[in-house]
């Protein structure tokens, strides 16, 4: 097999070495239980709290006046927390959520899990260029909708989702007798978020996506906006999310989110140099190739091909050591998925989805191209 060249940092990142230092630390000196009141209680305390400091900086809420960040084990964890947690404590004026068709399965699994206890959904659609319409989001509201949620990134496209003027079409409507979840994983890091420009009640991060470790992620939840805890237990979290917190893990992500937001605007530019030189080689090798979805995050590079041996493309973009997803990492690899239906790509086509970071070079992406480009022509695959 061919040297790997890893592409899938949509689907999870490379831990930076600052960050397993830190996480050596904690595990091996600061091990306490941040519950404790000795020494190594008080210290693990402090990693934790400062943690929540770097998150809530990271959102745009420095001083913790609009909400606090709650740790959860990942991203999903997160999602499910903010989307059941937030219907159930408002279901007693009504039961009525909205969600679009595209949104990742961390928030519809759970909004189906809200269907089956007698809630109503309404999914929105989307357009072929993978971006919602806020005026489509707000005709979709009724007067018991208790939830809305839409992501910030969309995470097989990369497309940017203007949440901020969906929640401003809903307050219009709704003012606070909505909750407002926003998935902003694949955001963090990657665009400056603010949490009272996009004036949501809650948004759902995760390490592993920004250098952390995989187990860890957060909720930002806005102060007074009832959230049902999952389950019961002692009163970590102020009784969010029972469970003795991985200290290791959350003092990593507040370090990853740290370095990641002071270095978005130079990592943005490199990215989109990165981006437009992967696109400028695999449409001069492949005709035609199609790039899913506009106004999308630079790391995340989607493109679609016309054929039937998809099989065949995945097996050998594998034995060329090129690591890439078709769509999620949760979906199968040469499968046509809920987003793809979602932006009406044709049943006989299938997307590529490369994504980069920091640690991503331009020799990767010549290389990769490359690779993809003699893969695609070998397996007879033409642009969409
Ligand atoms: N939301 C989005 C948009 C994601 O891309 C992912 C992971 O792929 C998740 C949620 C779930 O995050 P985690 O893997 O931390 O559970």
Redesign the pocket.
Known sequence: MRSLIYLDN??TTRVAPEVAALMRRCMLRDYGNPSCYHGFGLAAEALRERARRQLSVAVGDPRGRRGRIVFTS????A?ALAVLGAARARASSGRHVVVPTFE?K??LGNVDALRHEGFRVTTVAVGGDGVIDPAAFARALRKDTVLVGC?L?Q?EIGTIQPVAEIARAVRARRGDEVHIHC?A??ALGRLPIDVAELDVDSL?L????IHAAKGV?ALWLRNHSPVNPLWRGASQEESRRAGTENVPGIAGFGLAAEMAVARIGPERERLTRLRRKLLGLLTEGVAGIQVLGTHAVPHIVAVALKGHRFKRLATMLQEQGICVSGG???GVPEGHTHVHAAIGLPEDTRAVRISMSRYTTERDIEQAARRIVQVARTVGLTGA
């Open positions: 949509a689907a990942c991203g999903t964890e999602d990742h961390a928030i992501m990134v995470n998935d994983v694949q759902a995760s390490g592993h996506k992620g999620s990492a949760c």
